[in-house]
């Protein structure tokens, strides 16, 4: 769902270079937390690598390099060659001193050591390293000293939500789920929101009988914090994120979810089945969306893949939901996507 375009284009990347790496990073075969497929990292990969061959910010953020490595390996020496001209230089792997400060040997005393006498280009990389490996080691009091001291205003906020973070997560995966739970509540509700859904889908996972409670109640937390009905695409695509995540859990309620909505997504689908063809867009073509190569169903936060885990759930009722939908082609799309996911 990411478009990176300016104003907003660099957050965003940033982002997704978050996401990225995170999903590049190798995990135990045995940690069944959330995870994003890998055909949707690549969809990603190459829209961040065509975002920053193309940005005119004059920032190129380093881990691009690696992430084209391995998406995009054609592409490598051209950002290599970008960062030696970049306003601010986003290729740390050029500079030998920070290279050799960021190493998993170097302690976080050493690197905090030098980012003191770091330029102001090169500071901020060498305060993050320090941070991280400080969180690593579980030593958030020395982690919030060194944020407090070094960062301020809306810097300083983001710095501490991304410990918290980390933090969450290095808890979820050793199982501390109460603890996890607590830092996750300090978030912004946003990240908080999604984190929660994390947490519930790795506790669910962890045992399926006894964490069944305590897993629904966290999406029931997300619930609950949902505007009373989506009122733009970001609403929508908070109730799917949501829905997604009962139906892993608790299928009825993920049902019951999707059932409601279903009358505001054929009002907005009839209206995209107009303005899409307006505005050029290419999915809709005499009046009927085009099924050749799936189904884009409107621009509007709706997730039609949920109906694959539906049906592996019920059925039956997956088929009386589809029966909800207005558009021919839509219901014509999601019985074939059914009948592909049970064979």
Do not use: C, W
């Not at 039956?316 to 074939?336: H, N, S």
Request: glycine content about 4%; hydrophobic content about 40%.
């Amino acid at each position: 769902k990411f478009s990176f375009t300016e104003p907003a284009g660099s957050q965003l990347a940033q982002y997704g270079i978050t996401l990225v790496n995170d999903a590049m990073q190798r995990r135990d075969r045995a940690d069944k937390s959330f995870r994003f497929e890998e055909s949707q990292i690549k969809s990603l990969a190459d829209k961040l690598i065509a975002f920053y061959l193309g940005a005119q910010t004059g920032y190129l953020n380093h881990s691009i390099i690696a992430i084209a490595e391995k998406y995009s390996p054609a592409n490598v020496e051209k950002f290599k060659e970008m960062s030696k001209n970049t306003r601010y230089r986003g290729d740390f792997f050029q500079d030998p001193e920070v290279q050799a400060l960021i190493k998993p040997e170097t302690s976080a005393i050493e690197v905090l050591a030098a980012a003191k006498k770091a330029t102001t280009q090169n500071r901020h990389v060498l305060f993050d390293n320090a941070i991280n490996k400080l969180t690593q080691q579980g030593n958030l009091d020395a982690v919030a000293e060194v944020i407090a001291d070094n960062y301020e205003g809306e810097a300083l906020d983001n710095a501490m939500n991304n410990v918290r973070s980390q933090q969450a997560s290095r808890l979820t995966n050793e199982g501390r789920f109460a603890e996890a739970e607590l830092i996750i509540d300090q978030l912004p509700e946003n990240a908080r929101n999604q984190q929660l859904l994390n947490l519930a889908n790795s506790i669910y996972h962890k045992d399926r009988v006894e964490n069944k409670t305590y897993a629904t109640a966290l999406i029931g937390k997300v619930h609950t914090s949902l505007a009373e009905r989506p009122e733009n695409s970001g609403d929508m695509s908070n109730y799917m994120q949501v829905i997604n995540a009962y139906a892993n859990i608790e299928s009825d309620e993920a049902f019951r979810m999707f059932e409601q909505l279903m009358p505001q997504v054929n009002n907005l689908a009839d209206a995209a089945a107009v303005l899409n063809p307006f505005q050029g867009n290419g999915n809709v073509r005499n009046g009927e969306f085009v099924v050749s190569n799936g189904l884009s169903y409107g621009n509007f936060g709706f997730d039609l893949g949920v109906i694959s885990r539906f049906a592996q759930k019920n059925h039956d009722q997956t088929i009386r939901l589809i029966e909800m939908f207005t558009r021919p082609e839509a219901r014509i799309f999601l019985r074939l996507q059914v009948a592909e996911s049970l064979n």
